[in-house]
């Protein structure tokens, strides 16, 4: 039976209860019920406030009502009070391009597209110098103003840069010392392919900046270097007692910093203790005395750093940034630091295997996939004796001994895969730690070299000059370079040379019977030291290196490191959003989707990556710095990167893109790559072309 009821009592309470069972009980306290039941109707309570309930609401009102009219007085006390703001401070500067660019007529006109165009392509660089920089709070914008020189000869950029005062005090010699950085060609980051005349860049204030005062024009501008060349760089004996735990002996000075001796790092020494002391960054000590006694490895014609990565880099300024003094902060700008593209590139963080497992990743660890950029993961495994070299794909390693062997011990035979490669020294190569055979990077020239059973030497010609006459001799030498070429998956071969070696201490090899229709080399000394010097034309697209068959034959579901090279992740302010395929040296292809609703974002680009949350060696990073709509149909853009990708390997490499000429035919395969459990998976359709 439902019965309805009405209670009425005198109390803070009104109710009206609809029940469908109604059970009677005594009350706790006199007009408040201690429970209700309701099964399936609504309860619906209306509160009656009494006097010491108003009472506590207008002190609340009160209390909000002096806030706003605090807030609202600050407000217009500032804008009617106080004193105008400072204006933007402006500096105008100037350099000439000699190489890499030139001028043309239509460039002169402001209203041209050629101008729009080239213009953009110098403020998006500019920006990114400056945004990188340790100006980068207050820096505003740049643009160009004007271009101009001579018909096909030396272009000159006009451009201005502009800071907010109340954040930094800027002068004209810190945009010079920021410029002349990017001017050098060894520390360019946003400049590379241009060669800029050092002694052209003038940069000053403008005086419309300084509100029309009346003092004169500040103007700064690089002079030639009247001193001599330094000496070559030469390794020497770590000596900063503070920095004694590092995993290397060995370091060189100047360093990142500019110290040129002991006494310089230790008069800073005591700023960067303080840092690791208030322990901003974990590994605060590590990047620290990397910077102050960074590692050195000897090679030709002088001795190299091994700075900390780029990615170290940004994590220490992420957490002791705030930190740093003026001084520190000006040279200790990230983008100045190496990308990791490979053993020797620089030094990456340390402590990676224990990042995974506090993580939760520890079953990533021996898993066969390598997700440490020295390794560290893959190593000392049970498949993975300490000292061996690892397979890069699977759970295989194999004594270095064991390169080049003739026989096939890798999975997919890399351990037999370029036996014979273009290198610009012996002696660079013997510094490198071989970590795997994957080379880091291809390169498109130098001399022969050949690397068997671990033992690394150069192809002598000196026993063609003496056996074959001087045409045929050039007809061997082009048909060998051209075969060396196209395995090394290169169209082709540019140029053919024989030089003197001016390295010591290095085997050689010579070519048997160079008119067989396999080439045999043989271990022999040179006393002539005439070597071969190659140089290749450029890289075929669309090869997979690591894949035997190529294609999808035997292409398992979850991807491998190498089996879609020309696949970039693309991320937004370091959130994976979508993804892109490399189709040139500094262009992507992708859909405008990824970008809808982001103008000012920063993106950034990730190639030679299978998981997300893990760094390969092989991995590269770029940022994206502009996008124009693409000419194929469609809702697809092209995408610019801040600087080419000039680091091609089997795993970066870019995919072929269909002409005009040689359409595709009716039928062709569909591969699709996604993304399960940060794991890059590949699903293979058909697609038919009508």
Sequence with gaps: MTVAMEHKRKSSWDSKISVSTVSTRRFSRAGTPS???SSDSDIRFTRKLGGQYRCGCCVLAAFLFFLLFSGVSIYLGYTFLTSDPPGDQVFLATFRVIKGDSFTV?????STEAFRIRSREYRDRLNLIFRRSWLKLSFLASDVL??????????????????????????SGNIVDILSRELNP?????????????????????????NAQSSPQ????????????????RCSKLDLSYCKHLPYNISSYPNMLGHGSLSDVEEDVIAFRELVDAECYPLAYDFVCQVLQPACRTSQPEDLLELPCRSFCREFWNGCGSRLPEKIKRALDCSN??????????????????????????????????DCPDLSDEKNCAYCRDGYMHCGVGRTCVPHTKRCDGEADCPNGSDEKDCLFLASSVHELRSQSWSTPHMAKYNKEGYVVFNEKGTIGKLCTANLNATLPETEMDNVLQTAASSLCTLLTYTGVASVEVRIDDEEDVPYVYMEDPSAPEITFVRAPCPSKEVLYVRCSDLECGIQPLRINGGTNGLNKM???GDWPWHVALFKEGVHVCDATLVADNWLLTTAYCFQGQPKAEWSARLGVVRLSSTSPWEQERRIVGMIKSPVEGTTVLVKLDRPVTTFSDFVRPVCLPSSEDPPSNTSQCNTLGWARNRMYTIIASYVHK
Excluded: M, W
Excluded at 337 to 351: D, Q, T, V
């Design 218 to 233: 500040s103007t700064v501008s690089t002079l030639p270097p009247t001193t001599t060349a330094p000496p070559p760089r």
């Design 106 to 110: 239509e460039l002169a006109d402001p």
């Design 35 to 37: 429970s209700i039941l």
């Design 146 to 171: 004007a271009l101009d020189g001579i018909e096909g000869r030396d272009l000159v950029v006009h451009f201005d840069v502009r800071f907010d005062p109340r954040y930094q005090t800027i002068t």
């Design 559 to 561: 991807a491998e490191p």
């Design 186 to 210: 060894e520390t360019s980051r946003y400049l590379t392919n241009l060669t800029i005349e050092a002694k052209s860049l003038e940069v000053q204030e403008s005086l419309k900046a300084l």
């Design 337 to 370: 630091f190496p990308e990791y593209i490979g053993p020797s590139s620089c030094r990456p963080k340390p402590g990676c295997v224990q990042a995974l497992q506090s993580k939760a990743l520890s079953s990533r660890i021996c898993d066969g996939v390598i």
